[in-house]
């Protein structure tokens, strides 16, 4: 969690103050939990909406950035074949992307009928 209060913390100048990384935190957890508008978020915090606009994916990324290699490990090539479950080799389709577009072209459309 230190990591990430570092990367998202910005140091105050003579002109204005930052906001600090507990209240960043708290609007991008408050926009991922709800899906509520910038605007609204921005409302809710008096915050400024092109800030919350660049708050957001920031703070996101610094948390993506600081926390996947913790708890996303990407598994490896052996990993992802033993986890199928047998999924692709007992399904009726198998692994064939063509699949759907014939399926799809089985339809037919009906004649269209005269307007006059």
Sequence with gaps: MLRLKKRISYQDSNYRRSIPAEERLSICL???ATGDSYRTI?????????TVSMLIPDVVAAIWDCLVEEFMAVPG??????????????SAFGNDCQTPLRLHSNF???KRESRN
């Excluded at 921005?42 to 092109?50: D, L, M, N, Q, T």
């Excluded at 090539?77 to 007992?90: C, H, K, L």
């Design 77 to 90: 090539a052996e990993e992802w074949r033993s986890s199928d479950g047998g999924i692709v080799s007992n």
């Design 42 to 50: 921005a409302g809710s915090f008096r915050a400024g909406i092109s």
């Design 30 to 32: 408050r926009f991922l």
């Design 108 to 110: 037919r459309r009906g």
